[in-house]
């Protein structure tokens, strides 16, 4: 393209835009590197030249073509305009297009360029339009893969982030839901938004929230849990103090309770603040259930999580300091099952817990199908060889299964993961002081806990500090009638969740 020997000398990004065309347009390929998926659709509008400027994959061509070029070209007035004229013309009535926007600088340009917006820009124009055709293929709402249920909603979050507002907004209809929006990453530029009911969220935890997401300054954010890494109160706790979900009713429950939403364009996974211990012990269907069944179930995973905590450990420790806490036939039996095998229990429970460890994940990287077989098979012929071998006993196999089986009922995947990764310092603990060690590892476990907070609120609130009332709903769970209020541990305001006259006696 021939070069105009006045063209201005390209400044940065943020510059407000040429009033000539032709150096704006050179502007912009230059910038863009030439860029195979820039498309630059020059025309006349009455004499005066004008170009819209899209990317090819990221908006809708059938609104490109129909509602702007076809606009411009087609239904503008015949009356020629001056080029100021023709702008406002086009900005107030030409363009049947449900959203658009004034920009007047580069930075703003390429942000709506780049987010799959249309740009028109007009010669001797120092401003331009950004209409919204956003287009391109997404995979829709689907069934979660990864918090199966039985009853309750099975649809899951996508990767795009209009599509999962809306589907909060279809669980609360409220006019209070507050939805702000921000950009973070230098060059990913990625949407995030902030998800809460005004009124009942604390503005404490809201103006906090803000404040670490604002202080974030990375390149690129392609995921929720570069955010999460950034916003966590305790960086180096094995537990996790955000919660997080692709469940829209488990979301939008939590908003319910006070809790703030952040969700991140570009994956299904949605984050939860504050998330207290008992949050990530309970699942949204334990609300779709009778509140006995729900309660039975709660009890379950309590004892599921000391089971895969303190079950290998328990065993190194009573078969190698404690053999007099074991009945006697049990003791016989479990020293005949030993005889032969050539390492301590310790080097066993290693053995075994770093087999399955290594089986459930080859399980979860695999194809489904392979992945399922792998993880069944795999766990049945090597414990069964490693028998056979004489490397490890009968019992060690059944306590690691139990172990291992006993991981999977947590409904929060961050907790199992952190379930794991202390299961090895307390068996190291038990096989060097016996239940000392345990006991031990239990007081150093506790004072961790009690010592997180997220966002402000006690980790371990309502046990620590005790709050009576917002006991209703953590290890047992009450009707729903009987759930009068919201927990005073996440938010002091809007206290009312239920009428108290709604179940007449």
């Known amino acids: 393209m ?11 990004a943020s510059q407000p835009l040429f009033p000539n065309l032709e150096d704006s347009l050179d502007h912009i390929r230059t910038l863009m590197g030439d860029s195979s998926d820039l498309v630059i659709r020059s025309l006349m509008i009455h004499k005066t030249s004008a170009a819209v400027i899209y990317m090819d994959g990221l908006v809708d061509n059938n609104s490109v073509q129909n509602f702007i070029l076809e606009a411009l070209m087609l239904e503008m007035p015949s009356k020629r305009q ?16 449900g959203e658009t926007e004034e920009i007047e600088s580069y930075t ?11 740009i028109l820009l007009l010669e001797k124009q120092t401003k331009a339009l950004a209409a919204s055709t956003k287009g391109w293929r997404d995979r829709g709402v689907q069934e979660t893969t990864s918090e199966s249920v039985i009853r309750g909603p099975k649809e899951a979050f996508t990767e795009t982030l209009r ?17 702000e929006a921000k950009k973070i990453g230098n060059k990913t530029h990625t949407d995030v938004a902030i998800v809460y009911l005004e009124g009942t969220a604390e503005t404490d935890v809201i103006e906090e929230l803000n404040r670490r997401l604002d202080q974030i300054d990375i390149d690129g954010v392609l995921e929720s849990g570069y955010l999460e890494e950034f916003m966590q109160d305790a960086q180096y706790s ?14 939008a429950g939590g908003i319910l309770e006070g809790r703030v939403a952040i969700i991140t364009d570009g994956t299904p996974n949605v984050l ?29 995973r309590l004892f599921c999580f000391f089971v895969a905590l303190f079950m290998p450990s328990l065993y190194i420790a009573f078969t190698t300091f404690h053999q007099e806490m074991i009945p006697p036939p049990l003791l016989i039996n479990l020293a005949a099952q030993r005889e032969g095998v050539p390492f301590p229990a310790l080097v066993e429970a290693l ?32 414990g069964q060889s490693a028998v056979q071998a004489g490397l490890v006993s009968p019992a060690m196999v059944i306590v690691v299964a139990i172990t ?21 310092p307390l068996m190291i603990l038990a096989a060097t002081f016996g239940l000392y060690g345990i006991i031990l590892g239990m007081i150093a476990l506790v004072l961790h806990l009690c010592s997180l907070t997220s966002f402000g609120k006690p980790y371990m609130s309502p046990f620590a500090p005790f709050i009576p009332k917002d006991q209703k709903d953590v290890l047992v769970r009450f009707p729903h009638w009987g759930l009068l209020s919201r927990p005073s541990s996440l938010t002091k305001k809007d206290q009312k969740r239920v009428d108290s006259t709604s179940k007449e006696s």
């Not at 211990?277 to 509140?291: I, L």
């Open 2 to 12: 021939k070069q105009n020997s006045n063209k201005q000398t390209s400044p940065p």
């Open 82 to 97: 001056s080029s100021h004229h023709l702008y406002l013309s086009i900005k107030e009535k030409a363009l049947p297009i």
């Open 108 to 118: 703003d340009l390429f942000d709506k360029l780049l987010s799959g917006e249309t």
């Open 163 to 179: 599509t999962n507002t809306a589907l909060i907004r279809r669980k609360i209809k409220d006019s209070n839901l507050r939805i």
């Open 238 to 251: 094995p537990f996790p103090t955000v919660y997080n979900s692709e469940k829209p009713d488990a979301i």
């Open 272 to 300: 939860l603040v504050p998330a207290l211990f008992v949050n990530f012990m309970q699942s949204s269907e334990d609300y779709y259930q009778r509140a006995d069944i729900s309660t039975l179930i709660r009890m379950l």
């Open 351 to 382: 053995m075994m817990e770093l087999t399955f460890e290594i089986l459930r994940e080859a399980g979860v990287r695999l194809p489904k199908p392979v992945g399922s077989a792998v993880s069944i098979v795999g766990a049945l012929v090597l």
């Open 404 to 424: 291992a089986i006993s991981s999977f009922v947590f409904p929060s995947y961050n907790l199992a993961i952190s379930i794991r990764m202390l299961r090895f």
